[in-house]
């Protein structure tokens, strides 16, 4: 399974931007997808998730701000992200848990995408 996203860039506070990040492959089922960011200097962090169902999971320091979505058609995830703050900088890598056979079930991630929030 590979994982391509992309959206990333560089803001000033207040603006927004959309990622994405489309899987492809010898995909059976898509599961979970989900969002993390790392910071200089700090771990990873789950930023939000997304069932297969549409269910959502959203780490406090972003409610209200940001959205994830799916598309399972496309088997493609978005996270679309407004009033962007400078402590929002980071490196944003997807995850997606998915079925390439009947009997594997593996979590991947994407190459990671750069957003950049100034002050």
């Known amino acids: 399974v590979q994982l391509q996203a992309s959206g990333g860039g560089s803001v000033q506070a207040g603006g927004s931007l959309r990622l994405s990040c489309a899987a492809s492959g010898r995909i059976v089922s898509i599961g979970d997808m989900g969002w993390y960011r790392q910071a200089p200097g700090k771990q990873r962090e789950l930023v939000a998730s997304?069932?297969?169902?549409?269910?959502?999971n959203y780490v406090n320091s972003i409610k209200g701000r940001f959205t994830i979505s799916r598309d399972n058609a496309k088997d493609t995830v978005y996270l679309q992200m407004t009033s962007l703050k400078p402590e929002d900088t980071a490196v944003y890598y997807c995850n997606v848990r998915a079925r390439t056979t009947a009997w594997d079930d593996s979590t991947y991630w994407g190459q990671g995408t750069q957003v950049t929030v100034s002050s």
């Open positions: 997304i069932t297969r169902n549409g269910n959502t």
